[in-house]
């Protein structure tokens, strides 16, 4: 299976400032489509996890602009440019191109 | 927009079978361009990807390894929805579960917490 790897494991930022979550995948996610398939997404306390970017850098209907998605082959970050209090939960990556799909440990993210 | 109900019970003992059913809303069981899925998420976060059904003319069944000869995920067109069964439980098997449509993976059921338990 594609292994996951996201950091940092936690995450304290002050409303207004950016943060920035890297996700490491063992095998690239390029698809010959051109597509990538990773999807980044958040789980707010006792909640399903919501999609924010799927194939790599597509917001997901409804998703702020505050939030993208970049990178390439192994590597990829999701970014907040101003990070809000709405935003504290923890955020995953995840793989779909290889079966079966696999998720990234989780990042907490605090407001401080 | 799509929308994923589910319902079951949230104990099960210790050997039982786990019984859960995803009712859909919004698109079709059978729609030949969508798969369905079965996550789970356990009390250390972590996610796992368990199973899924998906129509491509006839019906297919894909199974994680770690619970493959535990598994059956099952269509019912009738009521547009899908199940999922996982014998011999234990107490590892303790999860919140969650159905899940592919394509963008933005569709989630509401998550159904199972504790196993005697």
């Known amino acids: 299976d594609v292994v996951m790897t996201q950091t940092p494991l936690s995450l304290s930022v002050t409303p207004g400032q950016p943060a920035s979550i890297s996700c490491k995948s063992s095998q690239s996610l390029l698809h010959s489509d051109g597509k990538t398939y990773l999807y980044w997404y958040l789980q707010k306390s006792g909640q399903p996890p919501q999609l924010l970017i799927y194939?790599?850098?597509n917001r997901f209907s409804g998703v702020p602009d505050r939030f993208s998605g970049s990178g390439s082959g192994t590597d990829f970050t999701l970014k907040i440019s101003r990070v809000e209090a709405e935003d504290v939960g923890f955020y995953y990556c995840?793989?779909?191109?290889?079966?079966?799909?696999?998720f990234g440990g989780g990042t907490k993210v605090e407001i401080k | 927009q799509v929308q994923l109900q589910q319902s079951g019970p949230g104990l099960v003992r210790p050997s039982q079978t786990l019984s859960l059913t995803c009712a859909i809303s919004g698109d079709s069981v059978s729609n030949n361009r969508a798969t369905w899925n079965w996550i789970r998420q356990f009390p250390s976060r972590g996610l796992e990807w368990l199973g899924r059904t998906y129509f491509r003319s006839k019906w297919y069944n894909d199974y994680a390894p770690s619970v493959r000869s535990r598994i059956t995920v099952n269509p019912d067109t009738s009521k547009n929805q899908f199940s999922l069964q996982l014998t011999s439980v234990t107490p590892e098997d303790t999860a919140v579960y969650y159905c899940?449509?592919?394509?963008?993976?933005?569709?989630w059921g509401q998550g159904t917490t199972v504790t196993v338990s005697s």
């Open positions: 899940v449509r592919d394509g963008y993976w933005g569709f």
């Open positions: 194939e790599l850098s």
């Open positions: 995840m793989q779909t191109l290889h079966p079966p799909p696999t």
